[in-house]
Nanobody, 115 residues
């Protein structure tokens, strides 16, 4: 199974930016980002197709976050701008064979946005 390793998390002030990276050990098809805050269920953030031509975002991040990928590097990115305290969560990278189905997960990276 392809291994997924996230990086780029950290502490940032509200209004700031962070870019998360997810390096895969092999080829992946659809890739996505999810997040989970304490006491809440894991929620979808964004996903991207193999070609990069199809992207989908949660309404809560639309216009602020951008997902992209570099297939030559087997890496997917999440550029996060205009961060809000409610974006604080552990962010997980995910891979899947089709559509919105994901069956392979990274260990997560913490993002904390201070007010």
């Amino acid at each position: 199974q392809v291994q997924l390793v996230e990086s780029g998390g950290g502490l940032v002030q509200a209004g700031g930016s962070l870019t998360l990276s997810c390096a895969a050990s092999g080829r992946t098809v659809n890739m996505g980002w999810f997040r989970q805050s304490p006491g809440k269920e894991r929620e979808f953030v964004a996903r991207i197709s193999w070609s990069g031509g199809n992207t989908v975002y949660a309404d809560s991040v639309k216009g602020r976050f951008t997902i992209s990928r570099d297939n030559a590097k087997n890496t997917v990115y999440l550029q996060m701008n205009s961060l809000k305290p409610e974006d604080t969560a552990v962010y997980y990278c995910a891979a899947g064979p089709v559509g919105s189905y994901f069956n392979n997960w990274g260990q997560g990276t913490q993002v904390t946005v201070s007010s």
